[in-house]
């Protein structure tokens, strides 16, 4: 067959170099391109002169077999297929969601929660006898002080002093300059998670004892009601949005604290030695 007609279409003569023919396809690509002009007539006009294009390049001009018709189906058929895709998929999430509940019930997450609850029965245990026991008072010096003052709970204002051997406490409406002439204090801790509660300071035959702000032990409703959540959340296993939720409160938010708590704030050693050491 001649490829006068796809010449034609080119607008070219039928003797055009290749040159020739790829400068004016793209030309004409640029004007009917549907990227550059949305549009079905001139999606069919670009898809025709591609179409020549490509015959001329290949010198190929010859009919092109027509692609087999697909059987029409009727409507019943089309919506039977449909709803059977969805089914597949329903049942493929619901795999996946079962899969994730059961990873959440047993395993290493499983474990992880029993780990938790046993760290947070301790704890709250150890926080709990310590609202009974007496104090444990400890001699210390302190070596620096802040005048900046901090606002507190209680509408209390809170300055930061520095002791020789136990860090910085923040210690509430009280004047550090007491401290230049009379540095030795004595620091009152709780008898097993060695949280402190005051100090007693002897200045000028006068006997004060400030309380100490920022400390852990006066946040107990907020952290005895995660660690409670760390004892419940293991007897949770039937599938549900609350344990799924409580879950990853507990693995992260509880955790961290629980964490905190025994590495960083309560001394390691007392608290599970329930305060006889040291």
């Not at 007539?41 to 294009?53: G, H, K, M, R, S």
């Not at 004595?186 to 400390?215: G, M, V, W």
């Amino acid at each position: 067959m001649s490829g006068k007609h796809y010449y034609d279409l080119l607008g070219l003569p039928e003797n055009s170099s290749m040159a020739s023919v790829k400068k004016k396809f793209r030309s004409l690509a640029k004007e009917f391109h549907p990227d550059l002009h949305p549009g079905e007539e001139a999606t069919v006009i670009f898809q025709q002169l591609l179409d020549a294009y490509e015959r001329i390049l290949k010198q190929d001009f010859g009919a092109r077999p027509k692609p087999p018709q697909q059987p029409q189906r009727t409507r019943e058929e089309v919506h039977r297929e449909r709803w059977e895709q969805m089914n597949r998929k329903w049942k493929e999430e619901e795999e996946e969601l079962n899969h994730y509940y059961h990873g959440l019930v047993t395993g290493w997450r499983y474990r992880l929660k029993i780990l938790y609850a046993i760290l947070a029965l301790w704890i709250m245990s150890a926080m709990i006898a310590d609202e009974y026991l007496p104090l444990k008072k400890t001699k210390d010096v302190v070596i620096a002080y802040n005048f900046t003052r901090y606002q507190s709970s209680d509408n209390d204002y809170v300055q930061e002093v520095t002791l020789r051997d136990h860090g910085t406490v923040y210690l509430a409406n009280y004047y550090p300059k007491r401290f230049y002439d009379f540095p030795e204090v004595t620091l009152h801790q709780t008898a097993i998670c060695r949280s402190n509660r005051s100090l007693t300071h002897r200045a000028d035959k006068e006997t004060y004892t400030p309380e100490i702000h920022f400390s852990i032990c006066r946040l107990k409703i907020p952290i005895f009601l995660f660690l409670s959540l760390s004892l419940v959340i293991p007897f949770f296993r039937k599938p549900s949005a609350f344990m799924v939720l409580g879950s990853w409160i507990n693995f992260y938010l509880s955790g961290t604290l629980i964490a905190y708590i025994v590495l960083f704030y309560f001394r390691f050693i007392s608290l599970f030695t329930f305060g006889y050491f040291p």
